[in-house]
T-cell receptor, first 119, second 118 residues
Framework: KAGVTQTPRYLIKTRGQQVTLSCSPI?????VSWYQQTPGQGLQFLFE???????NKGNFPGRFSGRQFSNSRSEMNVSTLELGDSALYLC??????????????????FGAGSRLTVL | LAKTTQPISMDSYEGQEVNITCSHN???????ITWYQQFPSQGPRFIIQ???TKVTNEVASLFIPADRKSSTLSLPRVSLSDTAVYYC???????????????????FGTGTQLKVEL
């Protein structure tokens, strides 16, 4: 079956611009979570969506937002880009609420990521 | 507040068994322990998950002592292609499901960089 698809794979933006990243989860997966990965901060959780509702949120400013559609596809948006937003943005999908405590929670399938460079 | 502690790096040689230990002193009763592998510029890949005692699959084993305050990922007979960063993931009591109050923020920690040489 198809894996998690993220688009675009690479993009370059300038400070002050905004960017929208897309994530298509594995068919049947209802949870999509987003992560920012940088060399200095490692893999940091942004937020999780399940059945079109934000269910969990990391410690990021309001410039980072997301949404999930009825087909479980998700988008994240970063407004007023800063140099420090340069990172690999990863999304992951799972069958159950990824942040839950049932068996299968935390079993995530990641996409290849979107590499954002802010100049 | 960091919930997992792993060695920053480990070195090994092809054919050896590698054991990576993760400390998670504040693990909650219902939390599972999950391990991931990540290669450069790729998303992490699920390796194994367990709750207690021992779990084994085709690529690794996971050992969890009775107190569950730590876990050890065991990679048998590593090869050069096992060079990667390995993360353990457990429930994080900070934050949670905005609707139900449960769940976690999926804190991955710093991971362990495993380098396998000839």
């Amino acid at each position: 079956k198809a894996g998690v698809t993220q688009t675009p794979r690479y993009l370059i933006k300038t400070r002050g611009q905004q960017v929208t990243l897309s994530c298509s989860p594995i068919s049947g997966h209802r949870s999509v979570s987003w992560y920012q990965q940088t060399p200095g901060q490692g893999l940091q959780f942004l937020f999780e969506y399940f059945s079109e509702t934000q269910r969990n949120k990391g410690n990021f400013p309001g410039r980072f937002s997301g949404r999930q559609f009825s087909n479980s596809r998700s988008e994240m948006n970063v407004s007023t880009l800063e140099l420090g937003d340069s990172a690999l943005y990863l999304c992951a999908s799972s069958l159950v609420l990824a942040g839950g405590r049932s068996a299968g929670a935390n079993v995530l399938t990641f996409g290849a990521g979107s590499r954002l460079t802010v100049l | 507040l960091a919930k997992t502690t792993q060695p920053i790096s480990m070195d090994s040689y092809e054919g050896q068994e590698v054991n990576i230990t993760c400390s998670h002193n504040n693990i909650a009763t219902n939390d599972y322990i999950t391990w991931y592998q990540q290669f450069p510029s790729q998303g992490p890949r699920f390796i194994i998950q367990g709750y207690k005692t021992k779990v084994t699959n085709e690529v690794a084993s996971l050992f969890i002592p009775a107190d569950r305050k730590s876990s050890t990922l065991s990679l048998p007979r590593v090869s050069l292609s096992d060079t990667a960063v390995y993360y353990c993931l457990v429930g994080d009591m900070d934050g949670g499901d905005l609707l139900t109050g449960g769940g976690n923020k999926l804190t991955f920690g710093t991971g362990t960089q495993l380098k396998v040489e000839l």
